[in-house]
């Protein structure tokens, strides 16, 4: 009894936590904006979409990366020799709208997928959030962080969430413990 009375209130707090990490009211309008491959961080993206509402955007280009792995490992990484920008498919009306924007990409060569700097390149994210999650197969955040705030200079970079390929069954947890973390720098 004691065990699930444990597992009720750890499970509330960390639910209470999420809650207050979202940024609420007037003025705080989110955007959980993602570029998927694998599915990995679509996944992420989801479950932060959950936990802080707003809108969920998935990032598409016009000419897909081949399902065959080493192919479109092969693509990517002659994308970021050429440092190329892959023409966008999906589009969003309105980025001024949001204040806030959670941004989630697979670590390729130890940094952003090039869709991700198109999508930066082509949103001017002046003055808003950037929430960086990355999933990976153990690089980590590489230098993704970094690229992203050379192509956003005038945006407020946090602490982004690193989680290795799907997150497992500590996705949730990692999630609600970053987020508050993310609360408690407000």
């Known amino acids: ?13 960390l639910s209470a936590a999420a809650a207050h990490a979202a940024p609420a009211g007037p003025g705080k309008n989110i955007l959980v904006a993602y ?8 996944n992420i993206a989801k479950e932060i ?12 280009i016009v000419d ?18 050429k440092d190329a920008r892959p023409k966008l498919l999906s589009k969003l009306a309105d980025v001024k709208k949001y204040d806030t924007v959670y941004l989630g990409y697979p670590n390729w060569w130890a940094s952003i997928p090039m869709p991700i ?3 930066l390149e082509e949103y001017d994210l002046s003055g808003k959030k950037i929430i960086p999650f990355c999933s990976h197969g153990g690089g980590r955040l590489g230098r993704s962080v970094s ?3 050379k192509l956003c200079p005038d945006s407020e970079i946090c602490e982004a969430l690193s989680v290795h ?3 497992g069954g ?13 609360a408690a720098e407000k």
């Open 1 to 13: 009894m004691k065990k699930v009375v444990t597992a009720v209130l750890a499970a509330f707090l």
């Open 35 to 42: 570029f998927s491959y694998s599915g990995n961080t679509a």
């Open 49 to 60: 979409h959950r936990r802080t509402g707003g809108d969920l955007f998935e990032i598409t």
């Open 64 to 81: 897909p990366y081949p399902s065959d792995y080493h192919a479109c490992l092969a693509r990517a990484k002659d994308e970021q020799q």
């Open 117 to 119: 700097a198109s999508f």
């Open 147 to 149: 690229a992203i705030a």
């Open 165 to 167: 390929y799907g997150g």
């Open 170 to 182: 500590t996705l949730s947890r990692d999630i609600d413990a970053w987020l508050a973390r993310l």
